[in-house]
């Protein structure tokens, strides 16, 4: 079974691939301090959830992080426990697509991950927007070439910004209000995150497709789904897509 890892900034997730069959995945919070050890315990526990055993069950292990850090970490944490080496999404591992950015070694492994599985899904041209950390958006041509996208703030460190610098306002939930006009604080704070968001995401999409012409519009990322209902361009809703890349990639380099 392939082990699949996607260490963000804020959230790591885990999926356990039977061949192309996403078994199971988990989310935990990236605690950059987490040793190897720590690590190779929490996978322990989440492959006891099936009975797996932790010495037997995994034959591979692909990994993308943003954050050099964690990167180490689950590098000796693969090739301690479970002697062999991971395969990391770095410069150098064939991936299946040319990368057109004018550094390559610029883009982050999710993204190229993310562009990966959308292009094995729903062919292209395609756009991925990712909800993470920063959102992200991903553009695949009709040949399967990663093109290039954009960046800009995320919604939780949006949120951040606005509670830190704003201090009349406290936090709320991110959820849908019942009114766009907000008839309070907390009901305006969320119209403007849900709303502002899908719309923000909406305007590049329509940029993109400008410059593509007709694309199919995917959208992943732990903060996706309390935005895409209120998005008129999101098509499909993949919450695991990044994984999915990585099984892809994996099997490109045994």
């Known amino acids: 079974m392939l082990l699949t890892i996607d260490a963000g900034n804020t959230q790591t997730v885990v999926g356990l691939f039977r061949d192309s069959q996403l078994v199971d995945h988990w989310r935990i919070a990236t605690v950059a301090e987490r040793t ?23 034959t591979g ?6 954050v050099p850090r964690v990167t180490a970490e689950l590098r000796q944490m693969t090739e301690r ?3 062999f080496p991971a395969l990391i999404l770095e410069p150098g591992v064939r991936t299946g697509m040319p990368i057109l950015y004018d550094n390559p070694k610029e883009v982050g492994a999710d993204r190229i991950a993310n562009a990966v599985g959308a292009y094995d899904l729903y062919g292209g041209p395609s756009i991925v927007a990712d909800f993470g950390t920063a959102t992200t958006i991903e553009a695949v041509s009709a ?10 703030p995320g919604v939780e460190i949006s949120m951040d910004a606005l509670f830190g610098r704003a201090a009349g306002l406290r936090r709320v939930e991110l959820l849908e209000p019942k009114h766009v006009i ?12 849900i709303y502002g968001f899908s719309a923000q995401v909406d305007g590049l999409v329509d940029r993109f497709v400008a410059e593509l012409g007709p694309c199919e519009v995917i959208a992943t990322g732990g903060l996706a789904e309390p935005i895409i209902p209120h998005s008129r ?4 809703y993949e919450p695991w897509l990044t994984l999915f890349g990585l099984r892809i990639i994996f099997e490109r380099n045994r």
Do not use: C, R
């Not at 292990?61 to 943003?66: D, E, H, L, M």
């Not at 907000?182 to 995150?193: D, F, L, R, V």
């Not at 361009?233 to 499909?236: E, F, G, I, P, S």
């Open 143 to 152: 040949n399967g070439e990663y093109l290039g996208g954009a960046i800009f």
């Open 182 to 193: 907000g008839k309070s604080s907390a009901e305006s704070i969320q119209s403007g995150m």
């Open 233 to 236: 361009t999101v098509q499909h």
């Open 61 to 66: 292990v692909a990994i993308s992080s943003g």
């Open 81 to 83: 426990y479970f002697g």
């Open 36 to 58: 190897s050890d720590e690590l190779a315990l929490m996978v322990q526990q989440f492959l006891g959830f099936h009975g797996f055993s932790f010495e037997n069950a995994i």
